[in-house]
């Protein structure tokens, strides 16, 4: 089997996500996706990784992960982050994933080694349908999220800040038994998160109190501080905010910096969680060394794809830490996490954005997986088990690119 064509598919309306469907002379193909700075993420790929795959056996996933980062494709040398290679690298390798998988009729669970659970419970990112679909903006860009029967309403980011605790609330009646909020992050941006005033730090607690007030300890908060904070305002957050027994703090400050990370661990009560922003086999191995994470955090879409969340497996059991993907992007990302999370005994938890699985998820892939009573489940189907769906294949904001051999 060989690599004829590359793929891109981008859509305007959802211009944060990125898709890459690799076309084999066999008729098999496979399905990748990332997130965010897509003009240059597609200009990457038709530009190094298409020259690279077109004319070799895509089933070489080592050599091609190893290849489009260090050797033959592209000597890439930096930091491993979110980095516009990253994030392309990881669109190919997911395909790769997907089509070997279908090429040996097998789901990529199965390829991974098969099941270590049924199912995995999940927790809700309290977003709402347009965060952060359009890309250059964090924006919301429709007012609701409605679910397939038309009868709940799932403004969960307008929920966290102005009545948490009725979000709680629907949270436990749908069986989910964790959130993740960001009360804090409004506050970080008048001084560049240098300092935060006593009247922000209340308004910020009492969305977390409100919480606490109406549903007790029903429900694990998890909180998100997107590495807004510099240490001494983020300490000063988390001092007050551990009253609540909170779940974990998630990238309290920017990650890059392990001697502070590591301090912030050291002087508060919540473990850390981190870091979607960084986290490659590398950072996790400089991180664990200086005991500065206790969850990790990883997005597949920017870190490296399937073959990376591999190595950082090996580190999560040799270090007897929990893995928790991250995803508040897009739904093959999301996927390929719960195939991640099931094959893997170390991870713990599954990101899911219930606003994105019950609305617009549906218009751009074929199938999701069955979530019920705070639980996913795995996959049918062989490959990751999702194509994309026709409604976004054969709209008129959706923008087709295709690099074969004829072009290079």
């Known amino acids: 089997m060989k690599i004829t064509s590359i793929e891109t598919i981008h859509n305007k309306e959802y211009s944060n996500l990125i898709w890459v469907k690799i076309h084999t002379d066999e008729g098999l193909t496979g399905l990748g996706e990332t997130f965010r700075n897509p003009e240059a993420i597609i200009s990457y790929i038709h530009e190094t990784c298409a020259p690279y795959l077109i004319g070799r056996d895509p089933l070489r996933i080592n050599e091609h992960a190893d290849n489009l980062i260090n050797w033959t494709a592209n000597r890439y040398i930096g930091y491993p982050t979110r980095s516009v290679e990253y994030r392309g690298n990881s669109a190919v390798d997911i395909a790769l994933w997907d089509l070997k998988a279908k090429a040996s009729n097998l789901s990529v669970v199965d390829m991974l080694g098969g099941l270590s659970r049924d199912s995995i419970p999940v927790y809700n990112t309290c977003a709402a349908d347009g965060y952060n679909w359009k890309a250059n903006s964090l924006s919301r860009t429709s007012s609701k999220s409605v679910n397939n029967?038309?009868?709940?309403?799932y403004d969960d980011l307008e929920l966290q800040a102005l009545n948490p605790g009725e979000l709680a609330q629907s949270l436990i009646e749908e069986g989910i038994s964790a959130m993740k909020i960001w009360p804090f992050d409004e506050f970080a941006f008048p001084t560049k998160g240098q300092s935060i005033t006593f009247d922000d730090l209340k308004k910020g607690l009492s969305r977390i109190e409100k919480i606490r007030k109406t549903v007790g300890s029903k429900i694990d908060i998890m909180l998100e501080y997107h590495s807004l904070w510099q240490l001494a305002p983020a300490l000063k957050i988390a001092r007050q905010v551990d009253h609540f027994d909170v779940f974990w703090h998630e990238d309290p400050i920017n990650m890059a910096y392990l001697k502070d990370l590591s301090e912030f661990r050291d002087k508060t009560l919540a473990p850390i969680a981190g870091s979607e922003a960084l986290g490659t086999s590398l950072w996790y191995r400089d991180a664990l060394a200086q005991n500065a994470i206790d969850y990790m955090h990883y997005d597949l879409g920017w870190i490296g794809g399937i073959s990376e969340a591999i190595k950082i497996s090996g580190l999560a059991h040799a270090n007897n830490r929990m893995m928790c993907p991250h995803d508040c992007t897009g739904p093959v990302v999301w996927i390929a996490n719960l195939h991640i999370s099931l094959a893997f005994p170390t991870a713990m938890i599954l990101e899911s954005v219930r606003a994105y699985y019950n609305g617009f998820y549906k218009k751009l892939v074929t199938h999701l997986p069955k979530i019920e009573n705070g639980f996913a489940f795995p996959m049918d189907g062989i490959g990751l088990g999702v194509e994309l769906?026709?409604?976004?294949?054969?709209?008129?904001?959706?923008?087709?690119?295709?690099?074969?051999?004829?072009?290079?």
């Open 149 to 153: 029967n038309n009868d709940k309403l």
């Open 389 to 408: 769906n026709d409604v976004l294949l054969n709209s008129e904001d959706t923008f087709f690119k295709r690099t074969t051999s004829n072009d290079l």
